[in-house]
């Protein structure tokens, strides 16, 4: 992999990575493009004890543009995008309408591929393996600014999860505090490790569920299974065999191996709801332990943590959606309409011949 950083016309940060390292890129950015001004601001709950960003500046974001206008296509000519040059293999940038900026964090843009019309799922084996290589380096760069406490890499893929831009891509937040989601899995794995003793609560459920009936799929250093209490009607957990509290910490026989497995899963997703049915809409997210303090966990540490992605879709099946409601909204209880064991049968009978 070859990483080479430039800046774009209004002064944010912009980096390919290439698949051959003879590659060069001196492209100028060459937009009248005005400095990037945001308005993020944190604000804490005081019932909740969580935080809400507030970005106003978002509401003029770019929202579905045609193909031929894609902001995150190379640039052609007069057609200038977000990317100076005219190829790239993968790429990361500061969003210019950031949720998070400044004290308050980070927010980056990843281009998995310059093929507009291709998605993670269609990415080769060697392309995958290079965006993992660019979140693992972006996870070891953010790590490092003073404002940031947690890397959230994650894809949110279908006009009907949100997506506003079609171009395959995934985004990278680097939050200034603790998420609130990671909070509530530390103090599980507190209150696991005091009862038993020492054990691992990570390791407890791998274990359990490999020895289970939702495995989806394993290789020799990775499994996916669907979780015993599944939130989404299809909901995979992926789990390096091997805990490590981050991407930093994967060894190179979990990095080879992955882009087959996480590619066999996305397919494995795309074909959920049979033929003739519109690519399925998901999120994939990668839960990493915090680079912050963990004083207020009771004695865990980043070791403590595992490293995982959650795939999940809000389809539950053809042509429906599943919608968080009252309970889900109001309540944060969810209500799934999908067997764990069956969403797991059914993702295994849709394997790759």
Request: proline share 6%.
């Amino acid at each position: 992999m070859k990483k080479t950083s430039t800046r774009l016309a209004d002064g944010r940060e912009f980096i390919y990575y290439d698949l051959a390292d003879d590659t060069v890129r001196d492209a100028v950015d060459r937009r009248p493009l005005d400095a990037t001004v945001t308005t993020s601001e944190i604000r804490r709950d005081e019932l909740l004890g969580d935080s809400v960003a507030i970005a106003s500046h978002r509401q003029g974001r770019t929202y579905h543009p045609p193909a031929d206008e894609c902001p995150l296509c190379p640039s052609e000519g007069d057609r200038l995008s977000e990317i100076p040059d005219s190829s790239y293999d993968v790429v990361v940038f500061e969003n210019r309408f950031p949720s998070l900026a400044g004290d308050s964090g980070r927010c980056e843009v990843v281009c998995f591929t310059s093929d507009h019309d291709a998605s993670f799922a269609s990415l080769g084996e060697r392309q995958a393996r290079l965006v993992l290589d660019a979140w693992t380096d972006r996870t070891s760069e953010l790590s490092h600014l003073s404002s940031v406490e947690q890397v959230f890499c994650f894809e949110n893929r279908g006009a009907e999860i949100g997506v506003t831009l079609q171009h395959p891509h995934g985004q990278i937040y680097a939050y200034p505090f603790t998420t609130p989601r990671t909070a509530l899995m530390l103090r599980q794995v507190a209150a696991h490790k005091e009862a038993t003793g020492g054990e691992n609560l990570f390791d407890a459920v791998v274990e359990r569920e490999r020895a289970g009936e939702r495995v989806v799929l394993e290789g020799e250093h990775w499994v996916a299974f669907v979780p015993y209490a599944a939130h989404w009607p299809y909901e995979v957990h992926l789990y390096p065999k091997r805990r490590v509290p981050d991407l930093l910490g994967l060894d190179e026989a979990a990095r080879t191996e992955f882009p087959r497995v996480y590619l066999e899963l996305l397919r494995r997703f795309d074909r959920i709801f049979g033929e003739g049915e519109p690519p399925t809409p998901y999120i994939a997210a990668w839960h990493q332990a915090p680079f912050g303090p963990l004083d207020a966990f009771d004695g865990v540490t980043r070791d403590d943590f595992a490293l995982h992605l959650e795939l999940f879709t809000i389809r539950r099946t053809s042509g429906k959606l599943k919608f968080l409601a009252g309970s889900e909204s109001g309540m944060n209880v969810f209500i799934n309409d999908v067997p764990p064991e069956r969403a797991a049968e059914r993702l295994r009978e849709v394997a790759s011949s």
